[in-house]
T-cell receptor, first 111, second 116 residues
Framework: AQSVTQLGSHVSVSEGALVLLRCNYS??????LFWYVQYPNQGLQLLLK??????LVKGINGFEAEFKKSETSFHLTKPSAHMSDAAEYFC?????????FGSGTQLTVLP | DAGVTQSPTHLIKTRGQQVTLRCSPK?????VSWYQQALGQGPQFIFQ???????QRGNFPDRFSGHQFPNYSSELNVNALLLGDSALYLC???????????????FGPGTRLTVT
């Protein structure tokens, strides 16, 4: 079975500050890992994915994530937060058939 | 190029009723998945359809059923609605095939179901 834990249901950062959203996974097989973003009243948009190639993955909107097998982590970072980054972020583990999502982290960006 | 579309946007039903939600996949996609997202939680996988067959199912009761049509569109049916079925129902589509590219799922805006 695969599972994901997102540490921190709410994260607040100042505009221009570093964004760090934490995700730890559990998987009995080499994982495929994803980060999605959800804006209010919208569906999910794929930010980036890890599929066993480079461990540092770059995504859209300046986000990146690093796969660390020894720590079973896949944390999402962005060097400088923008007001438009305020949204809910979901980490997911899965296959081509099924994704298992974490409970999400609500990111607030303070002016 | 239209993305994933879902209808209706919002729906209010009474306990015990039945509901049908609809999804049209992104152009070129042949596989459709359904997810339930309760308020304040992450999406939970219901099932996936490919070639008009249910190929994978999550931990949901038989009250949840689906269908995929020859044009790849899909329906989600829920019978005997419970208050706990109130949620945002998300449809996701993808292309089938080998390789990491085929792991990307594209989500629609969802249908908000309220059961009273």
């Amino acid at each position: 079975a695969q599972s994901v834990t997102q540490l921190g249901s709410h994260v607040s950062v100042s505009e221009g500050a570093l964004v760090l959203l934490r995700c730890n996974y559990s998987s009995s097989v080499p994982p495929y890992l994803f980060w999605y973003v959800q804006y209010p009243n919208q569906g999910l948009q794929l930010l980036l994915k890890y599929t066993s190639a480079a461990t540092l993955v770059k995504g859209i909107n300046g986000f990146e994530a690093e796969f660390k097998k020894s720590e079973t982590s896949f944390h999402l970072t962005k060097p400088s937060a923008h007001m438009s980054d305020a949204a809910e972020y979901f980490c997911a583990v899965g296959s081509a058939r099924q994704l298992t999502f974490g409970s999400g982290t609500q990111l607030t960006v303070l002016p | 190029d239209a993305g994933v579309t879902q209808s209706p946007t919002h729906l209010i039903k009474t306990r015990g009723q039945q509901v049908t939600l609809r999804c049209s996949p992104k152009s070129g996609h042949d596989t459709v998945s359904w997810y339930q997202q309760a308020l304040g939680q992450g999406p939970q996988f219901i099932f996936q359809y490919y070639e008009e067959e249910e190929r994978q199912r999550g931990n949901f009761p038989d009250r949840f059923s689906g269908h995929q049509f020859p044009n790849y569109s899909s329906e989600l049916n829920v019978n005997a609605l419970l208050l706990g079925d109130s949620a945002l129902y998300l449809c996701a589509s993808k292309k089938s095939g080998p390789g990491e590219f085929y792991y990307e799922q594209y989500f629609g805006p969802g249908t908000r179901l309220t059961v009273t």
